[in-house]
């Protein structure tokens, strides 16, 4: 067991989980770990940090098999343009090094959107704040615990 930020947020709000762990590459992204893991793409979700016109940065929950619609993101938002952070941002607004970023345990409180169909899904993996390092959890634990956005913003990749 390894004690990240997230982790430590999971147990704090009771959230069933399992662990995962996985020989991390670099830019490998949610193929890597699906394929190391042997589940579908789809169920692994990425967190990614992003930024408004405004600068202010916010977190999208997504499938790996899928892009962000930053355009219909943006709609959703009620903003001008939202674009990814430069790593360096990402870092600073998340407390978690690229690759490893996880939604929970946050340095800060970030505005969260989820893609919607997340929740079709009866289980996910979704990183845990470690590079190679991903929990097992059903996904309604993220809206119980997060209370994130739920938004349509998802493109094929």
């Known amino acids: 067991m390894a004690d990240t930020p997230g982790i430590v947020f999971l147990r704090k709000h009771g959230v069933a989980h399992t662990e995962h762990f996985y020989e991390y590459v670099e830019h490998g992204g949610t193929a890597v770990s699906s394929a190391t893991l042997g589940v579908p793409e789809h169920e692994v979700v990425k967190t990614l940090v992003m ?33 990814p952070c430069r790593p360096q941002d990402a870092q600073r607004h998340s407390g978690y090094q690229l690759g490893g970023c996880s939604p929970f345990g946050l340095r800060k409180p970030l505005p969260i959107y989820m893609e919607r169909s997340i929740l079709e899904l009866p289980r996910i993996l979704i990183n845990a704040g470690r590079r190679g390092y991903l929990v097992g959890i059903d996904p309604r634990e993220i809206v119980r615990t997060l209370s994130p956005t739920l938004v349509e913003v998802a493109l094929a990749a």
């Open 51 to 83: 930024e408004d016109d405004l600068r202010k940065p916010l977190l999208v929950l997504m499938h790996g098999d899928r892009k962000v619609s930053t355009k219909a993101l943006a709609r959703q938002a009620g903003s001008k343009r939202i674009a």
